[in-house]
């Protein structure tokens, strides 16, 4: 199977995991756009959806789901999103497609977080994948000047304007051997929005698709 077929693969395996009646929180990216079109599928069966992009919001309008405004809904039960990395202990890096906190912020709402990769996301340590912080514009290079301060290559994004009119700097050269400090140090940079690090929320369930079929950590 190739890149794709093993994305869909977790993506599918995702539905499983899909209650009656249920509000789903759905992420970003290519591997939740298979979950996306799987979710079209059985429409009937949930209430609808959260989403946590413009770019999502659109496929699930298209494929007639409902999308609820997370102000108006108390829980949600699940949340499915992709990964750029992730460890075996369920961190991640994660903003590749630049909806990091949107995302970050349906996940911390969402009481089970399913994370559906192909096996190659799969890393020991996080940073190989320059990490996504999303910066306030006028604190753009101020961000990248505290970021170089903590070991890290700030690079701008350009052309990018986040959904919340933001840019995104992609941070090169890290080796996040404690995602859990470092997501709280850049946090603490003033005009940073929020980091790519999913450490503090990090995944409950992981969908790992590979040769062998779908595994689950
Ligand atoms: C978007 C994300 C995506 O989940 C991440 O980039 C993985 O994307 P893909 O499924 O296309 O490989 O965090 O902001």
């Known amino acids: 199977m190739n890149q794709n077929e093993l994305k869909k693969a977790a993506a599918m395996a995702a539905l499983d995991f899909i209650q009656d009646d249920a509000i789903v929180g759905v992420g970003t990216g290519s591997t939740v756009a298979y979950f996306i079109e ?3 599928n059985i429409k009937h069966k949930v209430q609808g959806a959260v989403s946590s992009s413009e770019d999502s919001t659109n496929k699930l309008k298209a494929l ?5 405004e997370l102000n108006n809904v108390d829980s949600l039960d699940i949340y499915v999103d992709g990964a750029d990395e992730i460890t075996a202990h369920k961190h991640m890096i994660k903003g590749g497609g630049a909806a990091l906190t949107r995302e970050k912020i349906v996940a911390a709402v969402a009481k089970t977080f399913v994370c559906v990769v192909d096996q190659s996301k799969q890393v020991d340590v996080l940073g190989q994948f320059p990490l996504p912080v999303e910066v306030i514009p006028m604190a753009r290079s101020y961000v990248a000047r505290e970021l170089v301060k903590l070991g890290g290559d700030p690079v701008w994004r350009q052309g990018v304007v986040t959904d919340n009119g933001n840019v995104i700097l992609d941070v090169h050269n890290l080796t996040i051997l404690n995602p859990v400090e470092l997501e709280g140090q850049i946090n603490q940079i003033a005009g940073v929005v929020t980091n790519g690090l999913f450490a503090r929320r990090g ?3 992981v969908l790992v698709a590979g040769a062998g079929g779908v595994k689950q950590l």
Request: hydrophobic content about 55%.
């Open 64 to 68: 007639g789901i409902e999308v609820f």
């Open 38 to 40: 799987g979710l079209g």
């Open 203 to 205: 995944a409950d369930i």
